[in-house]
């Protein structure tokens, strides 16, 4: 009975995230594989807003009813939408002979790894707080002192999600639970073969940068991957989407409503993800001002804005207590402490030789950006080398104002981490830097 209604939980899921997708698909051909990934991660961000701004008015029972016939209504307009939508030809359905031992693996592993650290005592917390309580985490949760160990300013898009099967199994069930990370890899695995394929014409590439990623140890197994259940993984996924329809949109002026979703749930997954916002959102700043685009940019804007304050607004008035990691910014703090650069600077550049967690992914990395960068046909990728560079420069400075007696345990604990979203345009800079052997480029198939 637990699993018919894990099953009915997932399948609000994926109904309202295809209505979502649906919504938001640009005039352009559209690969059914690229839907079944933005179906399953744009329903958790719908099902994670719904719960945050419905949980605690609505009985349990009204609650997963509501939702479920939001769920339904969404698919509806989907399933409308489809008569207006041109698909792109099925012809890789291949592909799935490939994705599904890879995730039943991720499967069998998730199930095997029990929650600890984040996964166990902050989101796995959260989420049967939030079960417990229908739908709603008690505001007593943030503002009590004690509880400052369990971050109370951490976003809620992980939790909620898990608390949505808790709801619909009627009892917290960690076992199914972590089943969750099926469907983030999936999702993964799904966004970034179309993503590649499309935006490069060969398919071969998008299968590349599927099993480079399912083969990367720090995004599957190590801390913050996708078996953990902390929000590392999560956000690594939204912030690939983004980074997928920024170049769509950089390319041909397509999928800007698909980024500025994705753009706005980054700071919803996790709090760092407002540093991948900023970057992003400067360059789209800057492409929209080449292409002579810059009247769409407070609409793309906006829905960032709203969620980003949204929550700080929320956080706010529950009397959130406030975390220890960072002492506040300023120029004073940063004078005294520009001295820890340096040692910042080694111990991220061995983590990125952590052969461990890494095997030999930022090296190729860094040959796939020299040739983008030095390649006129792959001119439209150059944009992510320097993201990249970006993101790491503002980490590094992060940890100027840290305010752990151990920069050293800061750095070892946290890095790690941090470079999961950085890894995902390096993905797709080594998915397009390696020479074909076909002497033509074929067309985007799905």
């Known amino acids: 009975m637990s699993l018919l209604r894990f099953l009915f939980a997932e399948v609000c899921v994926v109904l309202a995230g295809f209505g979502v997708a649906m919504l938001l698909q640009p005039p352009r051909p559209v ?26 008015i609505w009985p349990s029972s009204v609650l997963i009813g509501g939702i479920a016939l939001l769920s339904a209504g969404l698919g509806s307009l989907g399933i409308i939408r489809c008569r207006q939508v041109e698909f792109s030809p099925a012809r890789d359905r291949w592909c799935w ?13 998730a199930g095997t790894h029990p929650l600890a650290a984040d996964g166990l005592f902050n989101f796995e917390l959260r989420a049967q707080l939030a079960a417990l309580h229908g739908g709603h985490i008690p505001d007593a949760f943030y503002s009590d002192p004690s509880r400052i160990w369990a971050h109370p300013g951490y976003p809620l898009f992980l939790p909620l999600n898990q608390a949505w099967l808790y709801l619909c199994m009627g009892a917290p069930h960690q076992g199914l639970g972590e089943l969750l990370a099926v469907h983030l890899a999936a999702a993964a695995m799904c966004l970034l073969y179309a993503g590649v394929a499309g935006l490069t014409g060969e398919a071969w590439r998008g299968m590349l940068a599927v099993v480079l990623l399912f083969l990367l140890p720090a995004a599957m197994l190590a801390p913050g991957g996708a078996v953990s259940m902390w929000a590392d993984f999560p956000l690594a996924l939204v912030f690939l989407a983004a980074v997928i329809y920024l170049v769509r949109f950089a390319v041909d002026g397509s999928s800007l409503p698909l980024f500025a979703v994705f753009l706005a749930m980054l700071p919803w997954v996790k709090r760092e993800g407002l540093i991948l916002a900023a970057v992003l959102a400067t360059a789209l700043v800057w492409i929209a001002f080449q292409a002579g685009k810059a009247g769409r940019l407070p609409l793309a804007l906006l829905p960032l804005v709203v969620v980003s304050c949204g929550w700080s607004i929320f956080l ?9 990691d960072f002492v506040p910014v300023s120029f004073t703090t940063a004078a005294q402490n520009v001295g ?5 600077f080694s111990a991220m550049g061995l983590e990125l030789l952590a052969v461990v967690r890494w095997t030999v992914f930022w090296p190729l990395a860094v040959v796939a950006a020299f040739h983008v960068i030095w390649t006129r046909s792959l001119a439209r990728w150059r944009l992510l080398p320097l993201i990249m560079v970006a993101l790491l420069a503002l980490y ?22 941090l470079l999961l979203p950085v890894a995902m345009p390096a993905l797709l800079l080594i998915a397009v830097a390696v020479p074909s052997w076909r002497g033509a480029r074929m067309p985007a198939q799905e």
Do not use: K
Not at 316 to 324: C, E, G, I, L
Not at 340 to 344: A, E, G, K, W, Y
Not at 396 to 417: D, E, K, M, N, Q
């Open 31 to 56: 690969s059914r594989i690229e839907l079944a990934g933005l179906s399953l991660i744009l329903g958790q961000c719908v099902i994670s807003l719904a719960l945050f701004a419905l949980g605690g």
């Open 97 to 109: 002979l490939v994705f599904v031992p890879m995730l039943a693996a991720i499967g069998w592993q």
């Open 316 to 324: 706010h008035s529950v009397h959130a207590s406030a975390d220890h």
């Open 340 to 344: 820890r650069l340096p040692f910042i």
């Open 396 to 417: 590094a400075g992060i940890y100027i104002f840290s305010a752990w007696p151990s920069l050293t345990l800061h750095l070892v604990t946290s890095v790690p981490r």
